[in-house]
């Protein structure tokens, strides 16, 4: 049963990221840093990419520590995302793309090393009473529900419309 529950989040973490990618992929350069509710599409997306990739985390320690954050210190800077304040910062699309893609990975990495002890335990977030195990079902829902805000955003302002994805790297329709 574990190994069913472990394949089902890594697909529906990877069908989640094909979604915000193709959000990010068919956004014009003309509406990257424009507003998405009250962020810009550009921040929308970092934020949603920061948060899956912390809960993909096991605290928050480490989550400062991972290689990639050290790579791109000036990127992540003072982490304003755990601040209570809006942010400022803007994120290049390219930048992104190589963000989505770790976030991706490690979303495939962390699902297949769960175990029924480590999806049973406390989320490891004291603002997140609940086991890790729902904890992935949050992170989903949370990456779907920004990539919906982005969706919708680019169908209104470019007639742009977002397929559906059903889970895989290969982004097909499904």
Known sequence: MLDVF????????EAALCTLNACVDACPDSAWNGPVVNLKFCQVVFHTLFY???YLGVTE??????AFHRQH????????????????NLYE???????LQFCREKA?????????????????????AFTRAEGH???????????????????????IDIPWFRSGWTETKG
């Open 73 to 88: 210190a000036a990127v992540f800077g003072d982490y304003e995302e755990l601040q209570p304040v809006a942010p400022v």
């Open 61 to 66: 320690e480490p989550f400062r520590q991972q």
């Open 137 to 159: 079902v949050y992170n989903i829902r949370h990456i779907q529900h920004h990539a919906a805000q982005l969706s919708m955003r680019l169908r209104m302002d470019s007639q």
């Open 108 to 128: 495939v990495e962390v699902s297949k090393s769960e175990t029924a002890e480590s999806l049973a335990a406390p989320s490891g977030f004291p603002r997140k």
């Open 52 to 54: 899956a990739d912390y």
């Open 6 to 13: 472990n394949k089902l989040i890594a697909n529906q973490y």
């Open 93 to 99: 699309k390219p930048w992104i793309k190589v963000y």
